[in-house]
C-alpha cells in the first residue's frame, strides 16, 4: 500500500465511530458594524505599528515619495505603476541585485482598516513579491476608497489563485524578551500614502 | 546542530531541575507575563471573539469529520495548480521526501521558515545526515540552533533565553555559520536583530531551495498559508527556485473564505496583535515570481492516531497560537524543556500522549499529569480545545494502561479509600478517629509534614486537618 492509501485508510478507520454530519458554522461574525470612518482607523491602527502614514491629494505623491526616499536613494518601480515617480522599473533583477536598491514604491490590492493592514496581490503597479521584501524602505500607495472595513470584507474581496502578502507595518520580531524591535529581513521601513479623493 | 529530547527524565524530575534555575524563572515570568498582558488588551477590544471561537473550532471540525475527502481535495487542488505532492506515514518517510528533493537539485544547505512540523520531525537533522545543512531563520530558531539549544515555546523557542545570554551566543557562534557578528555587539534587542539581519541575508540571497511549513492549507483552492513577523518566511518562500511545505494533514481548512475566522483569531491569540506583519498566501507557482517549483507532503505522523481518539481528537484544531502556554501556571514556573518535546506546555501535556499513544514511555505518560487542571488554557483557547477535559481523559488511559501490572501506590490509596466509603459504618469510624485526631492537635488547620508514606502527598502540598465532628455526626444531632 502507499504512503497515500494508508493515511486515508487510516482516517477512514479512526472516524468510523464519529459523527459524520457537519456542524453549520454561524458567519454572524461576518456582520459587525463597520467603522464609522474607516479611513481614519487605518490610518491610525497603521501608525501604531510604527509605519509612517500620511493622507494627502493624488497631485502630491511624486513630492511626498521624493522626500521620504530622499535625494540620493535608487529606487525601484513595479511595470505598471501608475504615478509619476521617479525611478527604474523592474525588469526582472536577480535577488542580489534588488538588494542594491535602497526603496521601492508600489500600490497595494487593499487594505483594512481594523487592523492597519496592507494587502498585495502582485498585480499590476505591485510588482512580483520579491521587489517589496529586498529593498529596506518600502513606500506603498492605496486611495482612500480601498480601505475596507474588517478582515472578512477583505477575505470576500481578494482572489485566492493570486500571491498575496498581508503587511501590518515594517518587519518586526518580539523573539528577545518579547521586546518588539521592527525591522528584521523584510523593509525596516514602511511608508503608506493614503490618496484621498481629489 | 540542535539538541536532542530525546531521553529526556518524566516530566516531575525534569520540572524540579528546571525550577531550581532562578535565571529561567525570571525569563519566563517576565516573557508570559508581557504576552498575556498584549493578548488580553487586543482580544478585549474584539466584540464577537466567542463567535470567531465558536466559528473556528466548527470549521476545523467540519475540515476532520470528513478528513479523507478534505485531503482528497487539497491534493486535487495543489495538483492542479503545478504543486507536486507527497504523503508521509512518519518522521523518517516525510524526512526523506524532503532530501530526496533537495539531493535532486545538488544543493548542500536549505534555508527554513519556521515550522512546528518540521521540527517535530527532526528534518535540520535528518538533512545533515544527508550531508545538507538546514539553516533556521526565524530569529529565536536561529537562536537556538546557534546555541545548540532545544525551543522551549511554540511561539518563541528562545523564549527561555535573555539577552545578554542571546549575545554570547551570537558572539561565540555565529562567525562558524557563515557572516560573524559584528565587533562590540551589544545586547540591545535592536542591534542582536540587525546582526541576524546581517548574518542571514547573504543566506537568503543565494539559496536555491526552501524548506516551510503551513499555518492552513485551503482544500477548495490549494492555497498553503504562512503567518510570520519578520520576513524571513517571505524570503524563504520568494527567492528560492524550489519551495518544498510539509504540512500537517490536520491544517486543511475547507474554504478560502474560512481563513477570515482564521485571520483574526491566530495572531491576537499568539503575538497579541491585531495583525501579525506578514501573512504570505500562495496558490502553487506564479509565473514570473517566486518558486518554479513546489512540493507539499502532506504528514501523519502520529496524527490519525489522535483522530481515533474520540475525546482526543478536538486537538487536531490547534492552530499552534500557543496562548495556552502562557497562561498555564506550571509552564510559567517549569519552561519548556520539562515537557521533553517540540510541543510543551498544556497543547503538549496533551498532543504527545495522544500522537505517541500511552502505555510505553514513562516520559509521554507523564504528561497528562502536569497541571493542576485550572482551565485557563480552555479559556483562551482560540479553537475552544477542551484541554483539561482531555487531559482528565488521558490520566485515565494513561491508567488503564498499567492495569495489569503492579497497582502504584495511588492506586492502593484509591482503593482503600473505595473500600471506606463502601460502607456508612467504615466511614464513620474513620470520621471518629478523625476527630479524636483532630481534638489531640489542638486548633491546628494543616498539617505541613506527614510520615511516610504520608509524606508522599507533603512533600508537594499541606494536609488539611479533618474537623472535629463531621458533617453526617453534626446532621445526626440535629434530628
Known amino acids: 500500500m502507499t504512503a497515500r492509501d494508508e493515511i486515508l485508510a487510516a482516517v477512514r478507520r479512526a472516524l468510523a465511530d464519529a459523527e459524520p454530519t457537519h ?8 456582520d459587525t458594524p463597520p467603522p464609522p470612518d474607516p479611513v481614519a482607523l487605518f490610518v491610525e491602527r497603521a501608525a501604531e505599528y510604527r509605519a509612517h502614514v500620511v493622507r494627502c491629494a493624488e497631485a502630491d505623491v511624486p513630492a511626498i515619495v521624493a522626500a521620504a526616499v530622499g535625494p540620493t536613494a535608487r529606487v525601484l518601480l513595479p511595470p505598471g505603476f501608475p504615478y509619476p515617480v521617479a525611478g527604474q522599473v523592474d525588469t526582472g533583477e536577480t535577488a542580489t541585485r534588488l538588494d542594491d536598491f535602497d526603496a521601492v514604491v508600489t500600490t497595494a490590492a487593499l487594505a483594512i482598516a481594523t487592523t492597519g493592514t496592507l494587502v498585495l496581490d502582485h ?19 492605496v486611495r482612500a476608497d480601498q480601505v475596507v472595513a474588517d478582515v472578512p470584507a477583505a477575505v470576500a474581496a481578494l482572489d485566492p489563485a493570486r500571491p498575496q502578502t498581508w503587511i501590518s507595518g515594517p518587519s518586526a520580531t518580539s523573539d528577545i524578551e518579547l521586546t518588539r524591535v521592527e525591522g528584521v529581513h523584510g523593509p525596516r521601513t514602511l511608508h503608506i500614502l493614503v490618496i484621498d479623493p481629489a | 546542530m540542535s539538541g536532542t529530547f530525546l531521553g529526556m527524565p518524566p516530566f516531575p524530575v525534569a520540572a524540579r531541575a528546571a525550577l531550581a534555575d532562578t535565571q529561567l524563572r525570571h525569563n519566563l515570568a517576565h516573557a508570559t507575563g508581557t504576552i498575556r498582558a498584549k493578548r488580553a488588551d487586543v482580544v478585549a477590544e474584539v466584540d464577537n471573539w466567542e463567535e470567531l471561537r465558536v466559528a473556528g473550532a466548527a470549521i476545523k471540525d467540519n475540515a476532520l469529520r470528513s478528513l479523507d475527502a478534505t485531503l482528497l481535495r487539497l491534493e486535487k487542488s495543489l495538483q492542479d ?41 527532526g528534518l535540520n537533522e535528518a538533512l545533515a545526515e ?28 528562545a523564549i527561555h533565553r535573555n539577552r545578554a545570554e542571546i549575545r554570547e551566543v551570537f558572539r561565540d557562534r555565529m562567525a562558524g555559520a557563515g557572516k560573524a557578528a559584528p565587533d562590540g555587539l551589544s545586547d540591545e534587542p535592536a542591534d542582536l536583530a540587525a546582526a541576524a539581519r546581517a548574518h542571514l541575508r547573504e543566506k537568503f540571497l543565494r539559496a536555491k531551495v526552501a524548506v516551510s511549513g503551513a499555518n492552513f492549507a485551503v482544500a477548495e483552492t490549494g492555497t498553503l498559508v504562512v503567518v510570520e513577523s519578520e520576513g524571513n518566511g517571505r524570503m524563504c518562500l520568494t527567492l528560492p527556485e524550489v519551495l518544498v511545505s510539509v504540512v500537517g494533514i490536520e491544517k486543511v481548512v475547507p474554504t478560502w473564505t474560512d481563513l477570515d475566522v482564521f485571520f483574526q483569531l491566530l495572531p491576537r491569540s499568539s503575538t497579541g496583535e491585531r495583525m501579525n506583519p506578514y501573512t504570505s498566501t500562495w496558490s502553487g507557482v506564479a509565473p514570473g515570481d517566486g518558486p518554479r517549483e513546489m512540493h507539499v507532503v502532506l504528514l501523519d505522523n502520529g496524527r490519525t492516531r489522535v483522530l481515533a481518539d474520540e475525546v482526543g481528537r478536538q486537538t487536531l484544531r490547534c492552530i499552534r497560537c500557543s496562548a495556552c502556554l502562557n497562561v498555564c501556571p506550571v509552564y510559567e514556573r517549569t519552561g519548556g524543556h520539562a515537557y521533553g518535546s517540540v510541543y510543551p506546555g498544556p497543547i ?32 483562551v483557547c482560540p479553537v475552544r480545545i477542551d484541554i483539561p477535559e482531555v487531559l482528565v481523559h488521558l490520566r485515565s488511559r494513561v491508567v488503564d494502561a498499567h492495569r495489569p501490572g503492579p497497582p502504584s501506590a495511588e492506586a492502593l490509596a484509591m482503593r482503600a479509600a473505595g473500600w471506606v466509603f463502601g460502607r456508612a459504618r467504615r466511614l464513620g469510624a474513620v470520621e471518629r478517629a478523625a476527630g479524636l485526631l483532630s481534638r489531640a492537635l489542638r486548633g491546628r488547620r494543616s498539617l505541613r509534614w506527614l510520615p511516610w508514606p504520608g509524606s508522599l502527598w507533603t512533600g508537594a502540598r499541606d494536609l488539611p486537618v479533618p474537623p472535629r465532628r463531621a458533617f453526617r455526626r453534626l446532621r445526626s444531632e440535629r434530628r
Not at chain 1, 498585480?123 to 500607495?141: F, I, K, M, N
Not at chain 2, 507536486?84 to 521558515?113: F, N, P, Q, Y
Not at chain 2, 500522549?353 to 493542576?372: E, I, N, R, W
Open chain 2, 348 to 379: 503538549g501535556a496533551i498532543l504527545n500522549p495522544l500522537m505517541k499513544g500511552v502505555g510505553d514511555d514513562a516520559q509521554t505518560d507523564s504528561l497528562p499529569y502536569a497541571s493542576t487542571l485550572c482551565g485557563a488554557c480552555f479559556e
Open chain 1, 123 to 141: 498585480g499590476p503597479g505591485q510588482g512580483r513579491r520579491a521587489l517589496t521584501l529586498v529593498p529596506d524602505t518600502h513606500l506603498c500607495l
Open chain 2, 130 to 157: 544527508h550531508g545538507v545543512a538546514a539553516w533556521e531563520t526565524d530569529l529565536a530558531e536561529l537562536i537556538v540552533q546557534l546555541g545548540d539549544d532545544l525551543p522551549s515555546h511554540i511561539l518563541v523557542p
Open chain 1, 23 to 30: 456542524a453549520q458554522v454561524s458567519r454572524a461574525y461576518r
Open chain 2, 81 to 121: 495548480n503545478g504543486v507536486t505532492v507527497h504523503w508521509a506515514r512518519d518522521a523518517a518517510e516525510a524526512c526523506s521526501i524532503v532530501a530526496a528533493v533537495a539531493l535532486s537539485h545538488g544543493v548542500d544547505e536549505v534555508v527554513k521558515v519556521k515550522s512546528m512540523a518540521t521540527q517535530e520531525i
